[in-house]
């Protein structure tokens, strides 16, 4: 079966360009969680899907960045203009009702961003 | 809010060693989960256990067991006979207990475990 499938899984960029970063969660999942994990913070959630709508996006650092999920198979997570403090692995997560069964989070491979 | 201590930032032992990572934990909630993710080499994090806050009963999976101490805020995994498959880096989590937060997991800074042939 196939898992979450994220792209690309490495990405680098300059300063001020637009990055985006794209999510496949498994199928039949109804909620989607987008990370980030770096050296500093560790892991953040950024924000929180549930049946494609944005439940909890509190954690989405400023207005630079923005996420979608235009339907169940997909979603983006969109950064623009980028900047060097962006650099981090992004990690997009899902999972049948969290409440439900063991709540377990599946994660993705990660996209390793890298803003120069 | 809740917060989540492991002190160990990095464990190195020798292959077939017992090995203890340790998780502190805070929270105002009376109900709550717990969680133990590992990130291996790879990247990816991969789920090893889900534990209610109400249910302070030991768990044995194969090599691997919990050991949840609700007075002392702590749930503490140990890994028997460690495997070089083993090293990774271990997060504990906890989270609310529904209210529509149960998705909102706080991981801690982890535990590399590095398991040497």
């Known amino acids: 079966d196939a898992g979450v499938i994220q792209s690309p899984r490495h990405e680098v960029t300059e300063m001020g360009q637009e990055v985006t970063l794209r999510c496949k969660p498994i199928?039949?999942?109804?909620?989607l969680f987008w990370y980030r994990q770096t050296m500093m913070r560790g892991l953040e959630l950024l924000i929180y899907f549930n049946n494609n709508v944005p439940i909890d996006d509190s954690g989405m650092p400023e207005d630079r960045f923005s996420a979608k999920m235009p339907n169940a198979s997909f979603s983006t997570l969109k950064i623009q203009p980028s900047e060097p403090r962006d650099s981090a692995v992004y990690f997009c997560?899902?999972?049948?009702?969290?409440?439900?069964?063991?709540?377990?989070?599946?994660f993705g491979e990660g996209s390793r961003l890298t803003v120069l | 809010a809740q917060k989540v201590t492991q002190a160990q930032t990095e464990i190195s032992v020798v292959e077939k060693e017992d090995v203890t990572l340790d998780c502190v934990y805070e929270t105002r909630d009376t109900t709550y989960y717990l969680f133990w993710y590992k990130q291996p080499p790879s990247g990816e994090l991969v789920f090893l256990i889900r534990?209610?806050?109400?249910d302070e009963q030991n768990e044995i999976s194969g090599r691997y067991s919990w050991n949840f101490q609700k007075s002392t805020s702590s749930f503490n995994f140990t890994i028997t006979a460690s495997q070089v498959v083993d090293s990774a880096v271990y997060f504990c989590?906890?989270?609310?207990w529904g209210g529509g937060s149960n998705y909102k997991l706080t991981f801690g800074k982890g535990t590399l475990l590095t398991v040497n042939p």
């Open positions: 534990r209610n806050s109400f």
């Open positions: 997560a899902s999972s049948l009702n969290p409440g439900s069964n063991t709540g377990e989070l599946f």
């Open positions: 199928s039949g999942h109804n909620s």
């Open positions: 989590a906890p989270s609310p």
